[in-house]
């Protein structure tokens, strides 16, 4: 299993970034897909994270309303289209892969695949 981000980069406050994940060797539609990130010093936390056909999708409050998790099952892919991006959104950015059978975890549970992750740097 490969997931690969991009995307990443330096923006300023408010601006606007797109983060794209390129999953390869696994079944894609059969993963719930998360981003995750973590700012130095500081626990890797989860930002969002969709269900294997799209349909439902939850975000950390931190980003609610600023943030849109999207996926496209037939390119293998998963964006992160942040908006009105913070200081504090600073981080580096992880894709991660859940297998539908673990279903019955916390969404923040169970990731089995992780990309290399991708930097995202707002300054002020």
């Known amino acids: 299993v490969q997931l690969v981000e991009s995307g990443g980069g330096l923006v300023q406050a408010g601006g606007s970034l797109r983060l794209s994940c390129a999953a390869s060797?696994?079944?894609?539609?059969?993963?719930?897909m998360g981003w995750f990130r973590q700012a130095p010093g500081k626990e890797r936390d989860i930002v969002a994270t969709i269900s294997w056909s799209g349909g439902s999708t939850y975000y950390a409050d931190s980003v609610k309303g600023r943030f849109t998790i999207s996926r496209d099952n037939a390119k293998n892919t998963v964006a992160l289209q942040m908006n009105s991006l913070k200081p504090e959104d600073t981080a580096v950015y992880y894709c991660a892969a859940r297998p539908q059978y673990k279903t019955s975890l916390p969404l923040q549970d169970g990731y089995d695949a992780w990309g290399q992750g991708t930097q995202v740097t707002v300054s002020s």
């Open positions: 060797g696994l079944t894609f539609s059969s993963f719930r």
